[in-house]
Structures are given as C-alpha cells and as structure tokens.
C-alpha cells in the first residue's frame, strides 16, 4: 500500500540527547514535510522540503535539523537545544510543491523527554 | 494575515444525531484552498476535502456535506447520522496564495473534538 511511514510511534527522551524520527514515503511525492501538534493545539510547521536535496525552515524551526538526501526520505532530527520537545510529530508529503496541493500524512510520533 | 477559527472546542452527541461543525477563516489571498482532515485516536491526519475558492458549490460525500460560503467567511463540515465511528477531532485548514508567492503553507484551526456516544 502507499502512504507515510513514521518511526518509531513512540519515543522517550533523556534531556540533553537528540533523537531522529524517520520518515518515508512511497508515494513518490516530491515535497514533503514535518508539523508538530501540542494537546489541544492545531499543527505548526518545523520544515519542509520542496525536491530531494532541498529544505526550507517552518514556522518553528529552532532546535531542530533535516536532510532530504533521498526522494522518499525526510528524517527529522530533535536536538538538545530545542527547549520544550514533548509532543507529537506528524511528517507529511505532497505530490509537488506549491499552494493547494492536497499534503497528506503519516501516523504520527510521540516524544517525551524524560 | 491567515487565521482559522474553530470555536466549538469540543462537541458531543448521541448516534445517529446530525452535527456541524464550525470553521470560519480570514485571508486577504483573492485565491486559497480550505482543507479539512480527521484525526481519529490513532493520531494519523486523515484528509477529508479541498475546496478552492473559487467554487462555492456544496459538496456531499455519503454522510459528509460542506457548505461554504465566503460571504461569511466560513466552511461548515455536516455530518449526518453519526456513527460512533466518527469520534475524533476535525481540522479546518487554510492554504492561501500569499499574494502570488510560492507557498504551500497550512494554517490549522485548533480542531473540534467529537464526541459520539452510542
């Protein structure tokens, strides 16, 4: 089946480390992206990424690092300095790039930093 | 500026009951794209509709209506006879053409959680 696999569903955290949440996609889609969701929040975008070897900063990039070396590839990497990362993380992908493309996502990741 | 406003935080009904929800937008774009998506327990976004907006035509899709209407700014989601299946929180979201600029920035809605009690 085609979709969005993200890994792992779950991810605890010691304070201090980085942790990298993988994204793939079979769709063959070229953008895709990464949103965060607080409880009771609607979504914010972290980054994105247009075609293979390229990505842009969201809304809330700090703290936070991409590679898009591989079409269906965007892993998402939290690090140390990233202040408040427990929440959950929603990877996502469009066909192309460019307003109103339909952006469909993946399953989702929680991380709590312990 | 965009801006997507569910108002209806939390809503629950009895099976079978019709319900609507809420969504009214802002943007200065003359052209943009209203999306909704279900979040069911599982977590996963699951995409509903796209509507642009240029066609104000209501859309039914089995038990699922929206009607939008620009004069008041809003995209209302209709679902009728509801099924407990339909428990989980909707999102309203935004896609504007940012004057012309290449973006495919969305601009969620804080989502109405659903409550459908059998």
């Known amino acids: 089946d085609g979709g969005i696999t993200q890994s792992p569903k779950y991810l605890f955290r010691k304070e201090g480390q980085n942790v990298t949440l993988s994204c793939e996609q079979n769709?063959?889609?070229?953008?895709m992206y990464w949103y965060r969701q607080d409880p009771g929040q609607g979504l914010r975008l972290i980054y994105y990424?247009?075609?293979?070897?390229d990505f842009q900063k969201g809304d809330i990039a700090e703290g936070y690092s991409v590679s898009r070396e591989k079409k269906e590839s965007f892993p998402l990497t939290v690090t140390s300095a990233q202040k408040n990362p427990t929440a959950f993380y929603l990877c996502?992908?469009?066909?192309?790039w460019g307003f109103g493309n339909t952006i469909y996502f993946g399953e989702g990741s929680w991380l709590t930093v312990v | 500026a965009q801006k997507v406003t569910q108002a209806q935080t939390e809503i629950s009904v009895v099976e079978k009951e019709d319900v609507t929800l809420d969504c009214v937008y802002e943007?200065?774009?003359?052209?943009?794209?209203l999306f909704w998506y279900k979040q069911p327990p599982s977590g996963e976004l699951v995409f509903l509709i796209r509507?642009?907006?240029?066609?104000?035509q209501n859309e039914i899709s089995g038990r699922y209506s929206w009607n939008f209407q620009k004069s008041t700014s809003s995209f209302n989601f209709t679902i009728t006879a509801s099924q407990v299946v339909d428990s989980a929180v909707y999102f309203c979201?935004?896609?504007?053409?940012?004057?012309?600029?290449?973006?495919?920035?969305?601009?969620f809605g804080t989502g109405t959680l659903l409550a459908v009690q059998p």
């Open positions: 509507r642009n907006s240029f066609d104000e």
């Open positions: 979201a935004l896609s504007g053409d940012n004057y012309g600029g290449a973006t495919n920035k969305l601009i």
């Open positions: 769709l063959n889609h070229d953008a």
């Open positions: 943007t200065r774009d003359t052209t943009y794209y």
């Open positions: 990424s247009q075609i293979v070897n």
């Open positions: 996502a992908s469009s066909i192309v």
